[in-house]
């Protein structure tokens, strides 16, 4: 890869993932227009919607397109590696249901190495000399928010909001993790791996 950054595309395939929904839900703040819809359907920007007892939907990317690649996504990464599917008899309250499928390639197996890594940096660079829209600040690739990220977080910690937090706790004691051991890591100072 182009100086040593791998492009890793990981992603929901609705407009928005269901862990930006409840970090929205948990503070208590609208999500944007066009992402969810309530059980009748409708849109809604009430993050809520996803967590009563009759639960909405997030809209996926590309309308039936996406619609589509979310469904193949299901399949691939619920039930062909045996964790379930989305169905409601897999839902518990509350909580998220989040397998995952990773596909892994060695580029060299399957040809000229060289050239492989020509084309990606050609590609890459092709991509990111394009014109930002308008108020954005540069083109990126997939893997260059979460770089971009983890820098951010390295330098100021991971912001996290008081029901958010209270979950954890909440998640730590039913495992045998008092609140108090639970503080304490957190203050502990850590080498982060690089």
Same mark, same amino acid.
């Given at each position: 890869p182009p100086g040593g950054k791998t492009i890793i595309l990981d992603m929901a395939t609705s407009k928005v993932a269901m862990g930006k929904v409840r970090v929205a839900y948990n503070k208590g703040e609208e999500m944007p227009e066009g992402c969810l819809i309530?059980?009748?359907?409708?849109?809604?920007?009430?993050?809520?919607?996803?967590?009563?007892?009759?639960?909405?939907?997030? /809209?996926?990317?590309?309308?039936?397109?996406?619609?589509? /690649?979310? /469904?193949?996504?299901?399949?691939?990464?619920?039930a062909l590696v045996n964790g379930g599917t989305c169905v409601p008899a897999n839902q518990n309250s509350g909580t998220i249901h989040n397998?995952?499928?990773?596909?892994?390639?060695?580029?060299?197996?399957?040809?000229?190495?060289?050239?492989?890594?020509?084309?990606?940096?050609?590609?890459?660079?092709?991509?990111?000399?394009?014109? &930002?829209?308008?108020?954005?600040?540069?083109?990126?690739?997939?893997?260059? &928010?979460?770089?971009?990220?983890?820098?951010?977080?390295?330098?100021?910690?991971?912001?996290?909001?008081?029901?958010?937090?209270?979950?954890i706790l909440d998640s730590a004691e039913v495992v045998g993790i008092t609140e108090t051991d639970s503080v304490e890591m957190v203050d502990q100072p850590r080498k982060v791996a690089s």
């Amino acid at each position: 890869p182009p100086g040593g950054k791998t492009i890793i595309l990981d992603m929901a395939t609705s407009k928005v993932a269901m862990g930006k929904v409840r970090v929205a839900y948990n503070k208590g703040e609208e999500m944007p227009e066009g992402c969810l819809i309530n059980p009748d359907g409708e849109r809604t920007r009430d993050p809520g919607v996803m967590f009563r007892e009759q639960i909405g939907a997030l /809209l996926p990317v590309g309308d039936h397109k996406g619609s589509g /690649l979310a /469904l193949v996504a299901e399949i691939l990464a619920g039930a062909l590696v045996n964790g379930g599917t989305c169905v409601p008899a897999n839902q518990n309250s509350g909580t998220i249901h989040n397998n995952m499928l990773s596909v892994i390639l060695k580029p060299s197996a399957l040809g000229d190495i060289d050239y492989f890594q020509s084309e990606l940096t050609g590609i890459t660079d092709y991509v990111k000399s394009a014109r &930002p829209a308008l108020g954005v600040d540069s083109v990126m690739v997939p893997g260059d &928010p979460e770089r971009r990220s983890m820098a951010e977080r390295r330098a100021t910690g991971i912001p996290i909001d008081d029901r958010t937090w209270r979950e954890i706790l909440d998640s730590a004691e039913v495992v045998g993790i008092t609140e108090t051991d639970s503080v304490e890591m957190v203050d502990q100072p850590r080498k982060v791996a690089s």
